[in-house]
């Protein structure tokens, strides 16, 4: 008989492992499905995992690895704030999507500008339509006690028809044949994000590591950083320490949203280049595999953002060339969160083997 | 524009029938809501049971044995959830996001093959004189049947937890899972039963929009009722006349923004089809202040040794 015991501290060898552990057992698992697919699991697991990084044309897919990686941390830095004090934003989507529009339209608004303030100008307005995205959940819930997790992921499809609205209406190119979709702002020299696009450098990525920097700060460092930890783990006692929950509220769905906001900016500018009505590529909903993968901890994210952008890419490749279905891919995300929930059990708990009756 | 051509007794009609698939899965979470569990998975359950019913529909040529698959995978996908958050002691906010992520990609691979085809169609009720009554016979006597079902779902659920045995301690259970275990009632078995009966419930609810309401296979086509499902809950404060009232009013205003869409009134589609999502955060707000009704030991683990 199996009997759980409660750690008196979680295991930190165990919170550091079990991520890699649930990696692994993905691998397998997935492996299965692959298998059950019809497709060799080895040559499968290797197309995902290995040629991206060291294969034949790894050159060409690297740089790749740091354009999809970098959304994914940027969002899921935001998120994991939320998560550690128990406020659960999950339409970072909906952010990700009105902070392009926002970024974009603000350029848009001075095309054909070459002012070298016009990249800085759209930043902020990205910014600021993710964080006031993010601050409608975050107001509901102060004002009126309103679920964050129920708001948060209606206005994800709000904004979804907003995209398509502002794709077909206002920000459609004047210029476009009347096809769908923005002018490419990405071939626009004083609107683009790219830094080197042959290196797979926008500002995206040199966003994401200064939001790792700042938030590992944030939480160890600072008081702020402290109270979110305490609210999570402790809440009766961040009350009596005087924890105000509303500011802690505010200030994590309003960054959370403006960094989602951000990396739709980002995103629009760079390698997505244009506001369309395929352009929310589902990056907020990874993004909170990715916080869970890297244990809610900034430099977590960061190894765990790079892994899932491998699977993107690797999927992409496994599509391609071995007729993988998309959606495999899909599952096999879902799957890795799964099993790294069903793994924390060992962080918490002692399994031990008990004689019946016993216990 | 020719708001004429909206005919007022097919409005209810197939207010009915859109209210049908969120009122199902809307009954399977409130039950599990009241053994004090959250799921946040519905849309994933919901996703796999549309397209587990249409597949087994389409393979068989019977809806019937359709809506039974859709029925046990939805059970079968929320047991994932029960042995996360019962056993593994699992976040439940963490676990049902997963479940939705995984279901997701779950039904997009199950479907590849079954984008374009038509499901076999499920017959409608049809009593000679009763369903040929004007204005009556359309909205009560000619559905199909699972929207009977679900009616009839809606009052078994209420009578059950008001006056059963098994209802009262599926409450206990989710008020107070610490005095429940003392009573020596088993947390763990009821909240996993809840559980699979909201899984079922939401397998159901999906199969019902990809075999009757829409009725083919498209990705992704719950577009977030399972979520809109999980606010009604809340609106219904836990008590499951409310969720009917609920789910038919919500019915009514996707019927209604269709309508006008196809009537061609001056307000842009894409308003028009936010209006549902709006509309759901506007009554979160306005239930929201009366939180009496939620069970007391909502989202919390149970863990024996605690």
């Known amino acids: ?359 | 524009m020719d708001l004429s051509a909206i005919n007022p007794v097919l409005l209810i009609a197939s207010l009915m029938v859109a209210a049908t698939p969120l009122l199902l899965a809307a009954i399977g979470e409130l039950v599990v809501e009241r053994a004090g569990v959250l799921n946040l998975g519905v849309e994933g359950m919901m996703i796999v049971g549309a397209i587990a019913g249409f597949a087994i529909s389409v393979e068989t040529t019977s809806p019937f044995l359709g809506v039974i698959a859709a029925a046990l995978c939805g059970a079968l996908l929320s047991l994932l959830f029960a042995f996360l958050t019962q056993f593994a002691l699992a976040n439940q906010v963490a676990s049902g996001l997963a479940l939705t992520l995984f279901g997701l990609g779950l039904s997009a691979l199950m479907g590849q093959s079954y984008v374009g085809v038509r499901p076999p169609a499920m017959a409608r009720l049809d009593i000679p004189v009763l369903s040929d009554l004007p204005v009556v016979g359309p909205i009560l006597f000619s559905h199909d049947p699972i929207l009977y079902f679900g009616l009839g779902l809606t009052a078994a659920v209420w009578a059950w937890l008001k006056y059963a045995r098994g209802g009262l301690v599926l409450r206990a259970v989710g008020e107070n899972h610490d005095a429940a275990h003392a009573l020596g009632y088993n947390v763990v078995r009821v909240r996993v039963l809840a559980i699979m009966f909201g899984g079922a419930c939401a397998g159901i609810g999906g199969a019902y929009i990809s075999l009757i309401r829409v009725p083919q296979w498209t990705e992704g086509m719950t577009a977030g009722i399972g979520w809109i499902a999980l606010a009604l809950v809340v609106f219904a404060s836990w008590k499951p006349w409310r969720a009917l009232l609920g789910a038919y009013l919500f019915g009514g205003i996707n019927v209604l923004q269709l309508n006008l869409q196809a009537a061609g009134v001056a307000i842009p589609v894409e308003y028009l089809a936010m209006s549902p999502y709006l509309i759901t955060i506007l009554v979160l707000v306005i239930m929201s202040a009366d939180k009496s009704g939620a069970p007391a030991s909502l989202g919390r683990a149970f863990h024996a040794s605690h």
Not at chain 1, 147 to 158: F, G
Not at chain 1, 193 to 221: C, P
Request: glycine share 12%.
């Open chain 1, 1 to 359: 008989m199996l009997r759980l015991e409660k750690r008196p501290q979680p295991s930190r060898a165990l919170s550091l492992s079990t991520p890699l552990i649930a990696v692994v057992v993905t691998m397998i698992a997935g492996g299965l499905l692959f298998a059950a697919l019809g497709k060799n699991p080895f040559e499968a697991i290797r197309t995902i995992f290995w040629d991206p990084l060291f294969g034949e044309y790894a050159f060409y897919y690297r740089p790749q690895l740091l354009v999809k990686g970098a959304p994914l941390i940027l969002i899921a830095i935001g998120l994991s704030l939320g998560f550690r004090a128990g406020i659960w934003n999950i339409g970072a989507e909906g952010q990700y999507i009105i902070g392009a529009l926002c970024g974009a339209g603000a350029g848009l608004a001075f095309y054909p500008s070459d002012s070298v303030f016009l990249f800085p100008f759209m930043v902020i307005a990205g910014a600021l339509g993710g964080w006031a995205w993010g601050m409608i959940p975050a107001l509901l819930k102060v004002k009126f006690g309103t679920n964050e997790i129920l708001v948060s992921l209606m206005l994800v499809y709000v904004a979804d028809q907003l995209l398509a609205k502002m794709s077909l209406g206002l920000l459609k190119n004047p210029e476009g044949f009347g096809f769908p979709g923005s002018r490419n702002i990405a071939d626009w020299e004083s609107a683009t994000s790219w830094i080197a696009a042959d290196y797979g450098l926008h500002w995206g990525v040199a966003a994401a590591m200064i939001a790792v920097i700042l938030a590992y700060i944030l939480l160890n460092k600072h008081i702020l950083g402290f109270n979110i930890r305490l609210s999570g783990e402790a809440p009766r006692a961040a009350r009596f320490a005087g924890v105000n929950p509303t500011r802690l509220i505010l200030f994590c769905l309003g960054t959370s949203g403006a960094l989602a906001g951000l990396a739709g900016l980002f995103e629009v500018s760079g390698p997505s280049g244009q506001v369309n009505i395929d352009f929310a590529a589902g990056y907020g909903f990874t993004a909170i595999i990715v916080a869970f993968l890297g244990r809610l901890h900034p430099v977590g994210i960061l190894l765990a953002g790079l892994l899932m952008a491998l699977t993107y890419i690797g999927g992409d490749i496994a599509e391609s060339q071995l007729q993988l279905p998309a959606a495999a891919i899909q599952v096999f995300q879902g799957m890795l969160l799964f099993f790294l929930l069903a793994l924390d059990l060992l962080t918490n708990y002692r399994v031990k083997f008990a004689i019946q009756g016993a216990a």
